[in-house]
């Protein structure tokens, strides 16, 4: 990866981080997820789908109280899946967004599909981030 991209994942927890402290909860698949997330400095809240036995009600209690709900699911056939059954089924009156999971995956060129793979990363952001 490059400073560039370097720059885009230090802005993309920065509004990740943003979101929440705005009453946004980030949907993950799993603890992986969250602790790739935490590694580039992510301090917001994250539900893990695949964690605990979650279903689709546990999601919609655990994520009620919040005003959006940013899912980052992986950019692979299980992710697409799990995130069709996610606009399917929670009936919601906040917003469900996508469009962090759709800049990600454009913003590495395809080369990040999996949020864990964000934690091989963080040594070389955080390097970044003090030479900015």
């Known amino acids: 990866m490059n400073i560039e991209f370097n720059r885009f994942l230090l802005d993309f927890i920065d ?3 943003f979101e929440c402290e705005n009453g946004a909860v980030v949907l ?3 603890k992986k997820d969250t602790q790739a997330l935490s590694s ?3 301090v917001g809240k994250t539900i893990e789908y695949c964690n605990n036995n979650n279903n689709m009600s546990k999601i919609e209690r655990k994520t ?3 005003n959006k709900l940013i899912v980052l699911f992986d950019y692979d056939a299980e992710g697409r899946r799990l995130t069709s059954k996610i606009l399917m089924t929670l009936d919601r009156t906040s917003i469900i967004e996508l469009k962090y999971r759709r ?3 454009f913003a590495s060129n395809g080369g990040i599909r999996r949020i864990e793979e964000l934690s091989k990363l963080s040594p070389y952001v955080l390097l970044t981030e003090n030479f900015i």
Do not use: M, P, W
């Open 15 to 17: 509004i990740l981080n």
């Open 28 to 30: 993950v698949e799993g």
């Open 40 to 42: 580039l400095g992510f």
């Open 64 to 66: 009620k109280s919040y």
């Open 103 to 105: 800049n990600l995956s």
